[in-house]
């Protein structure tokens, strides 16, 4: 019932819809879900075509995905500069990898022969660089080498000396987003226990005292001190 006539045709147009792209992408973790266009991949391209991408995007989260990625929440921060290819109904996600930048490093404490002592663990216990975002640390733990065991606190018994402090297993941080470099930078340095000294001599016109002729006290019970 139809024919294209050599003449009287109506013409029609044919809309050629611009083709929604694919983006893949990695970024370090940064305590954000703002991804650069850096750091993306454009695909579903034709083959021979070109496509820049600028601006950034948004993820559905900011951390760590053990074995998989973010999936990205919002495109409306890029654009592109290719009128063939469209962001509307495009798709993609991001791995977001571990920082390795973060370090924490042991700060030097004091104690004294004859006290036990624990470690302190908390946050005036170490320093921290490298926190990403609004991220900290609450606390760590802290020991040091005894009888060549780690130890959280001393005993009354443990020698004058100075101990390696060695941190580990930082708290408040998200369980995938980093790598933690840690530092035995500080030491607990056991104080000597001061003694108290007390005696009697006969005159003998000197203000000089002979050792023999004091007791020390403030020793730990089982100690003997010679003066």
């Known amino acids: 019932n139809y024919v294209l006539a050599v003449s009287g045709n109506t013409n029609g147009t044919l809309t050629i819809a611009p083709r929604a792209v ?26 021979g075509d070109s496509v820049a991408l600028s601006g950034s995007a948004t993820l559905a989260g900011k951390d760590v995905v053990p074995g998989g990625a973010q999936a990205l929440a919002s495109l409306a921060g890029l654009t592109l500069d290719n009128r063939n290819y ?50 900290h640390v609450t606390g760590i733990s802290a020991t040091v080498s005894l009888n060549g065991a780690p130890a959280s606190a001393t005993s009354a018994n ?11 297993a930082a708290l408040g941080l998200p369980a995938n987003d980093y790598v933690v ?5 500080g030491a607990l340095t056991v104080q000597p226990r001061p003694v108290s000294l007390a005696g ?5 016109g000197a203000t000089s005292v002979a050792g023999p002729h004091l007791s ?3 020793l730990v019970p089982g100690d003997a001190v010679a003066v």
């Open 22 to 47: 694919a983006l893949t992408g990695s970024k370090l973790y940064d305590g954000s879900t703002v991804v650069a266009a850096a750091n993306l991949s454009v695909g579903n391209l034709v083959e």
């Open 86 to 135: 469209t962001l509307a109904g495009a798709s993609g996600s991001v791995a977001v990898t571990p920082n390795g930048a973060l370090t924490i490093a042991a700060v030097g404490q004091t104690s004294v022969y004859g006290a036990s002592y624990s470690l302190d663990g908390s946050p005036s216990g170490f320093t921290v660089s490298g926190l990403q975002g609004d991220d």
């Open 181 to 185: 470099t840690y530092l035995a930078t």
């Open 158 to 168: 443990t020698p004058a000396g100075a101990y390696a402090i060695t941190p580990s």
């Open 200 to 204: 009697a001599q006969t005159y003998s």
């Open 216 to 218: 020390v006290a403030n």
